[in-house]
């Protein structure tokens, strides 16, 4: 099974695509599934509720996020993180 874990649509500032237009290419390269990560913000999910999935394709929705000092440590005083939380719709 192939997966892309991280996708952004038209609701986050670096693509153009319109959800459905995403599960369009990604099956076209035959992908079994996609995770919607949009940047910082749960609400551009939203929209997510409402496309056509086609049968048997995966649609998982995901939050990406990045930050610093989240972490510190004796070695280091902060660690820049990325963290991309995923879940099915």
Same mark, same amino acid.
């Given at each position: 099974?192939?997966?892309?874990?991280?996708?952004?649509?038209? +609701?986050?500032?670096?693509?153009?695509?319109?959800?459905?237009?995403?599960?369009?290419?990604?099956?076209?390269?035959?992908?079994?599934?996609?995770?919607?990560?949009?940047?910082?913000?749960?609400?551009?999910?939203?929209?997510?509720?409402?496309?056509?999935?086609?049968?048997?394709? +995966?649609?998982?929705?995901?939050?990406?996020?990045?930050?610093?000092?989240?972490?510190?440590?004796?070695?280091?005083?902060?660690?820049?993180?990325?963290?991309?939380?995923?879940?099915?719709?």
């Amino acid at each position: 099974m192939r997966i892309n874990l991280h996708c952004h649509s038209k +609701y986050s500032a670096d693509n153009f695509l319109e959800p459905e237009e995403l599960i369009e290419r990604a099956i076209k390269i035959n992908l079994d599934g996609v995770c919607f990560t949009e940047l910082h913000s749960m609400i551009p999910l939203w929209p997510l509720e409402r496309i056509r999935i086609p049968e048997g394709f +995966y649609v998982f929705r995901g939050w990406d996020s990045s930050g610093e000092n989240v972490f510190k440590t004796d070695r280091f005083d902060a660690i820049e993180t990325h963290m991309v939380s995923t879940w099915r719709i």
